[in-house]
Nanobody, 123 residues
């Protein structure tokens, strides 16, 4: 089992920044990929960014490319999402996900999830 807990959400102004962090615990994390998804009510959960735990290959949704940066710390078992140039449309609950495979953009593929953290961007 893998346990994930997100932190760092909150309220930001448009154009501002927030940093989300996901603390992971459990077995076999050294071979897991990690990702961030987000969801607004009534809409399917949306891929944001992912990183392979080994090798560090990263992938970003077009909507956040150039504004968001995903990073991982293998020693601390954490993965962060630095969000800059925030827009009101970034408002969502952000979820951390983990899985022992090459990352995909499909939320149904990811077996482990955190409870989520709310990000609200005021315009």
């Amino acid at each position: 089992q893998v346990q994930l807990v997100e932190s760092g959400g909150g309220l930001a102004q448009a154009g501002g920044s927030l940093r989300l962090s996901c603390a992971a615990s459990g077995r076999a994390l050294s071979t897991s990929s990690m990702a961030w998804f987000r969801q607004v009510p009534g809409v399917e959960r949306e891929f944001v960014a992912s990183v392979r735990w080994t090798g560090g290959t990263k992938d970003y949704a077009d909507s956040v490319k150039g504004r968001f940066t995903i990073s991982r710390n293998n020693a601390k078992n954490t993965v962060d999402l630095q969000m800059t140039s925030l827009k009101p449309e970034d408002t969502a609950v952000y979820y951390c996900a983990a899985g022992r495979f090459s990352p995909t953009r499909t939320h149904g593929d990811w077996p482990y999830w955190g409870p989520g953290t709310q990000v609200t961007v005021q315009g």
